[in-house]
């Protein structure tokens, strides 16, 4: 087999083996150059499979040489490609830039391992999205959420401590589900592969097991997605993670359990269940419309920074899964595009809280009084990533509410509606964003604080502003993540085998 | 075999129940370490539930004896994912308890709603 | 009849995880979680699950009750009463219960040899394990060679349970006791356990050993086996005392092991890649791929159980030397 064959599994393979060398960096600085190189190597992979699949072909790969069903297949195709993209790109720029705020927050002898379960996350995180196998998934989405919650538990405040338990135990009951509705699909139809699933479930006669199936694998990832109303670990989790851990989750975690559903719903029951679409339609769009109006309305009067993004990811999470709930073309690709788009604006964001942590202990937004003129280069930043989360012509987020509002109005009936609740909230977003840019910009500083001019360090000055261009230069030329979003549509939904 | 037919409804009616007091624990307790063992409760039964359907009807555990023909065996498949599935659940508790150890030091307490009084 | 046995065995199994939730005294619910697993195991036991079995005993009702045991030492033995109306949660729970059952209605009848488990893929396996690796256990065959790489995965599991427990009680806690940590000494004044135990401590590790390498023809293997191991150590340090089992395996030895077996499994697949297979296709291995499957299966087997035993320990002398630190 030649290396390019070979780049699916090294894709999972070369982060994973990391991780335990990383163990053993125990001198300074060491163990975060080992994650970074490692890191970057996967990214490195991710773009380099993006390229090969440009084309509408799919890799595939037959793990110690069993093909599918038998053994466990990899398989890479636009839609993942696009997620593993930015699975790794977050990881590799929040790695990239983690040094210096990580040497804050994470006690030396400590930082090995951290690096170590970082890598983990990673590696679970892309396994998640190579694998063609529904075990394999589960199996991986326990390596990443476990590695999440080590991530998360490093926080400084010991308010990170009841968050990540509450997000362990809901993640693990989301997990649990996954695997009960596994359980029952196998049951009826013998097969794990996802593939061979979509092909012999149509011969399962006695439907109510694959029912119920449904129900758990959806109910279940939706845990793990923060699907309103199930998002309620996610708020203080990410709020009290280290501030890098939350650039790299926020980017990426949640959108990869939102990356099974949309696969495993189209895959394995869409047109193999009567009305499914229906259904489907029916559960998941008023908890994406609902989740959209009532998370952006609490983050426009949240007072703590991070809350507040945090709160907005689980409104970003509602269109996703709205453009998801449309079943259509349309749909699938402002999905697909939305996801891209938010890991950068989010992305761009929480490195922007990263640096201002460096010189504001507390992230109230009535502490923040004066920022803009101690660190105008990042304020800056942040404003440029905030106006791309609000979707303003020329940033990326423009592109994929444009998408999302054309899906909204093929999609019928409930169109006009649909296209008032996404300009509803990208006016709320307007409000939340523009309380943030007040904080930094126009508030009083605190009286006995200091108002020289004290930016971040340099390298995570620049990580940041990579991100906050990218931004403006997706807006510009969306080309590559909108050939792949086209790419999984026509995939998922387009009839495409 | 009118009995190995209740037996398999037994089976699967008693994973839906030990599920549920499970379930049960973890959402209505408020005591972390009982919430950590209700969530084992609730694991172990889907363990039961995979098992379950490996059975096959005068079958013996998949191990091959040579020589012998028209052996019957029972499913492996489930038998493997079970296996992976308990060191699953076991390493997720192993992390849980070590976050209970920590929240008792910084808070005194293991009580949720103490917990959440304290902040 | 094995059959009435098993209703009797399930019939337990729902009074004892009731009782587990409606005790007070977190130490009683331990044990009994422990004796939910061990009737567990019975029950897979007349599955013809034996591999299950022997690994829910060894990790349910050893490992799990031994690492629940030592967090509860520092976290106190009752929980608080909780006031009010359960209803919400008996509510949901009950539906969810309801749902299971309407499923449950559809199913193949238990035993069915046509029910749909037992044709697609399970055949194949029964039927190809011979040819291709020639070993008796068709479980250890899917699990390590077949399956191969969703044990991978396990591995990295339990290795990302090991680094975030070592992790997350490496910070020293907060309110150093003046006091000098009094020497722990386990159960050495005790005879009855002492004599008993330090008969057993040999033979479980032999068994142990048993277990991982003959893991190809019988029940058994790297998990089994590691974790067995690992009771025996446990069993040990309970008798002799935390330091004591620390002088015989250290710390390092722990983390040794446990770095050294996931990289062991990994390197194996590293070098099927190199020696022109996908990762984990062992048959490229050797000139015969019937031996090189097996000589494959022996080592990430071996893997599997040093990065078990390996992180099982640490995992519970990290909560042990946490009590010694308070």
């Not at chain 3, 690492?67 to 949901?92: M, Q, Y």
């Not at chain 3, 002088?247 to 092991?257: I, Q």
Request: with cysteine; proline share 4%; hydrophobic share 55%.
């Amino acid at each position: 087999m030649t290396f390019m064959e070979h780049l699916p599994a090294l894709q999972v393979v070369v982060p994973m083996l990391s991780a335990p060398l990383i163990v053993l960096l125990q001198p300074r600085g060491l163990a975060w150059a080992g994650a970074t190189a490692a890191g970057l190597a996967s990214f490195a992979i991710a773009i380099a499979l993006a390229m090969a699949v440009l084309d509408g072909q799919t890799q595939v790969y037959a793990m110690g040489g069993w093909a599918a069903p038998y053994g466990i297949a990899l398989e890479v195709d636009a839609f993942s490609a696009l997620v593993l993209l930015l699975v790794t790109g977050a990881g590799a720029a929040a790695l990239l830039a983690a040094r210096v705020s990580v040497d804050r927050q994470i006690e030396p002898e400590r930082q090995p391992l951290f690096y170590a379960a970082w890598l983990l996350g990673l590696a679970g995180l892309a396994g998640i999205v190579v694998s063609a196998d529904a075990f394999n998934i589960f199996v991986f989405m326990e390596i990443s959420s476990l590695a999440s919650y080590i991530l998360i538990a490093g926080g400084p405040d010991r308010r990170a401590l009841p968050a990540v338990f509450k997000y362990l135990i809901m993640g693990t009951i989301g997990a649990t589900f996954y695997l009960i509705g596994v359980g029952l699909i196998y049951m009826m139809t013998g097969t794990l592969n996802l593939a061979d699933m979509q092909a012999r479930i149509g011969d399962v006669v006695a439907l109510n097991p694959i029912l119920v199936a449904a129900g758990f694998i959806t109910i279940g990832l939706a845990l793990k997605a923060a699907v309103f109303p199930l998002h309620v670990w996610l708020p203080n989790a990410y709020t009290h993670a280290p501030h890098m851990v939350t650039v790299f989750l926020a980017a990426c975690a949640t959108k990869v359990a939102l990356y099974v559903l949309i696969r495993f719903d189209s895959m394995v029951f869409q047109d193999r269940l009567s009305d499914h679409e229906f259904q489907f339609t029916l559960f998941a769009l008023p908890l994406a419309v609902l989740g959209i109006l009532v998370a952006s309305s609490v983050a426009m009067f949240e007072g703590h920074l991070k809350r507040l993004l945090a709160t907005s990811s689980v409104a970003q999470i509602g269109y996703i899964l709205l453009g998801a709930s449309f079943v259509s073309e349309a749909g699938i690709t402002a999905s697909a595009m939305h996801m891209f788009n938010h890991a950068l604006a989010k992305g761009g964001l929480f490195l922007a809280v990263a640096c201002l942590a460096f010189h504001f202990r507390d992230l109230r937004l009535s502490e923040l009084g004066g920022a803009a003129r101690r660190m105008p280069l990042t304020c800056a930043a942040l404003v440029v990533c905030g106006l791309s989360l609000i979707g303003v012509p020329g940033t990326a987020g423009f592109i994929s509410k444009w998408l999302l509002i054309t899906a909204a109005l093929e999609s019928g009936l409930w169109g006009w509606s649909l296209v008032a609740v996404i300009l509803v909230s990208s006016l709320m977003a307007v409000v939340y964003i523009w309380r943030i840019v007040e904080a930094l910009y126009f508030q009083q500083a605190s009286a006995e604080g200091d108002t020289s001019f004290a930016e971040a360090p340099l390298q995570l000055l620049l990580v940041t502003w990579a991100v906050a261009l990218l931004n403006i230069f997706f807006g510009l030329f969306p080309h590559l993540p909108l050939a792949l979003a086209n790419g999984s549509a026509a995939l998922l939904v387009g009839g495409a085998p | 075999m009118k009995l190995l037919e209740l037996l398999g409804y037994y089976n699967y009616w008693v994973f839906a129940v030990v599920l549920t007091v499970g379930l049960y624990a973890v959402i209505r307790k408020r005591n972390l370490i009982k919430k950590l063992i209700g969530l084992s409760i609730f694991q172990s039964a889907v363990f039961l539930l995979y098992i379950t359907m490996d059975k096959v009807e005068g079958g013996t555990a998949p191990i091959i004896q040579k020589g012998v023909p028209d052996q019957v065996f029972s499913n492996p498949l489930p038998q493997v994912l079970i296996l992976t599935a308990i060191v699953v659940g076991v390493s997720t508790l192993a992390l849980g308890l070590a976050m209970v150890v920590r929240i008792k030091e910084s808070y005194g307490t293991i009580e949720e709603h103490e917990i959440l009084g304290a902040d | 009849m094995i059959y009435v046995f098993a209703l009797f065995l399930l019939t337990l199994l729902v009074i004892t995880a009731v009782a587990i939730v409606r005790t007070e005294n977190l130490f009683v619910a331990v044990m009994l979680t422990s004796i939910f697993s061990l009737l567990m195991a019975a029950n897979f036991f007349i599955l013809d699950a034996a591999d299950v079995a022997l690994t829910e005993a060894a990790v349910g009702a050893g490992v799990t009750t031994v690492i629940f045991l030592s967090a509860l030492a520092l976290t106190g033995d009752w929980e608080k009463p909780r006031p009010g109306g359960r209803t919400v949660a008996l509510g949901t729970v009950g539906v969810l219960a309801m749902l299971l059952i309407y499923a449950s209605f559809d199913k193949p009848r238990l035993g069915d040899p046509e029910a749909p488990v037992h044709q697609h893929v399970a055949p194949w396996y029964l039927e190809k394990t011979p040819e291709y690796m020639d070993i008796p256990n068709v479980v250890t065959a899917i699990l390590s060679s077949f399956r191969g790489y969703d044990t991978l995965g396990e591995v990295f599991v339990v290795f990302a349970a090991c680094i975030g427990v070592l992790f997350i009680l490496g910070v020293k806690p907060a309110r150093q006791t003046a006091a000098a940590p009094q020497p722990v000494s386990g159960l050495r004044h005790h005879l009855i356990p002492q004599v008993v135990g330090r008969l057993l401590v040999p033979f479980i590790v032999l068994f142990g050993l048993y277990v991982q390498f003959h893991g190809e023809y019988g029940p058994g293997g790297g998990f089994q086996a590691g974790a067995i191991i690992a009771t025996g150590v446990i069993l040990y340090a309970l008798l002799e005392g935390e330091a004591e089992a620390l002088r015989a395996v250290p710390r390092s030895v722990l983390l040794a092991l446990v770095v050294g077996g996931a990289l062991l499994y990994g390197a194996v697949g590293v070098v099927c890649m190199l020696k022109g297979g996908a990762f984990l296709d062992y048959s490229v291995l050797a000139a015969d791929p019937v031996f090189g499957q097996q000589l494959g299966i022996l080592v990430i087997e071996a893997g599997v159980g040093m990065a078990v035993c390996g992180a099982l320990l640490s995992i519970f002398h990290a909560f042990a030397a946490r009590e010694s630190m308070t």
